[in-house]
Nanobody
Framework: QVQLVESGGGSVQAGGSLRLSCAASRNIYNSYCLGWFRQAPGKDRDGVATISFNGATTFYADSVQGRFTISRDNAEAALYLQMNSLKPEDTAKYYC????????????????????WGQGTQVTVSS
């Protein structure tokens, strides 16, 4: 079974923190680089952060560098996104994606390499 299931979204005030989780089926987790993406109403789905197959290398969009941290847990077959110092412009639906490792090295184009998507989780940051 191919599955990605996000959780952890919610509403928070500016400056607050949230931690997103993505539970992956083992066949996906063992085969792909992974990434977090977000889509605000009326906008394209953009790459936020990506992580290599072994978790050793990460990439971030400029807008979240220094505030967000992506990680993966082999034992749990899970992907995480720790989001600190949240801003209203971070408001979006966040998606977990299984990314072809040929694409994960640039968050600007990583969405082109996503082979499987989760259903998304909403993050709302109020000022």
């Amino acid at each position: 079974q191919v599955q990605l299931v996000e959780s952890g979204g919610g509403s928070v005030q500016a400056g607050g923190s949230l931690r997103l989780s993505c539970a992956a089926s083992r066949n996906i987790y063992n085969s792909y680089c992974l990434g977090w993406f977000r889509q605000a109403p009326g906008k394209d789905r953009d790459g936020v952060a990506t992580i290599s197959f072994n978790g050793a290398t990460t990439f971030y969009a400029d807008s979240v560098q220094g505030r967000f941290t992506i990680s993966r847990d082999n034992a749990e077959a899970a992907l995480y996104l720790q989001m600190n110092s949240l801003k209203p412009e971070d408001t979006a639906k966040y998606y977990c994606g299984a990314v072809s490792c040929a694409y994960y090295g640039d968050t600007r184009t990583a969405s082109s390499g996503v082979r499987y998507w989760g259903q998304g989780t909403q993050v709302t940051v109020s000022s």
